[in-house]
């Protein structure tokens, strides 16, 4: 899984591309935040983010701003890196759209074990997209029985697009996934029925 990593200061950018890679993931350097935001807005992006709050051309809250508004609350998952851990910095990153906050200098395995949740996150969202898409499928699916349907007054056969006459559940079933399970209806069962037990009725 791709991981970008900014930060414009070529020491801890340095250890934090080791790291990265050490830790079995696919680093893409950006040195300013101008590069970060590129990154993230092009094709097949980075699925998570490291990056440094203080950063020349845009800082790290713009460009979680600037992504968010793009892209909304979902990926790429952003880990905000600062040595600024007063409480009100930690709210104005999160606020600003990102999803965790680690401060310098910071725990080798504790960012290991924050980019493990980022994971499990970005696969759990992928796993959503999946599902809506499987259910948009569907949608289009069930959408084919929909509109005008031109159906028999006397033999209640329907017409499908090529003009040939079928019987409902046989159309319903070439349609959808919906079985069928024959049944009587009372009005049936009063006019249909009824009268044939009459006649089959021995005579005494």
């Not at 040195?31 to 990154?39: E, K, P």
């Not at 701003?65 to 007063?86: C, D, H, N, Q, W």
């Not at 395995?109 to 992928?126: F, I, M, P, S």
Request: with cysteine; aromatic share 6%.
């Amino acid at each position: 899984m791709k991981v970008l990593v900014a930060d414009d200061d070529p020491v801890s950018r340095g250890i934090l591309e080791k790291l990265v890679a050490r830790w079995g993931y696919e680093p893409v350097m950006a040195s300013d935040g101008r590069q970060a935001r590129a990154v993230l807005g092009a094709a097949h992006a980075a699925q998570l983010a490291i990056i440094d709050w203080m950063m020349p051309g845009m800082n790290g809250l713009e460009v979680c701003r600037s992504v968010r508004k793009e892209f909304g609350s979902g990926l790429p998952y952003v880990i905000m890196l600062t040595a600024m851990g007063r409480r009100e910095d930690i709210v104005a990153g999160l606020d600003a759209g990102a999803n965790d906050y680690v401060t310098k200098p910071f725990d080798h395995e504790e960012l290991k074990a924050r980019l493990g949740v980022g994971v499990r996150v970005a696969e759990l969202q992928g796993l959503l997209a999946e599902r809506v898409r499987d259910l948009e499928e569907a949608l289009a699916s069930v959408k084919q029985l929909s509109g005008l349907l031109p159906i028999c007054s006397y033999c209640k056969k329907v017409r499908d697009d090529r003009n040939y006459w079928q019987q409902v559940e046989s159309y319903v079933g070439q349609h959808s996934e919906a079985q069928f399970s024959h049944s009587i209806c009372p009005d049936c069962y009063e006019e249909k029925v009824k009268p044939m037990l009459r006649k089959a009725r021995p005579r005494s």
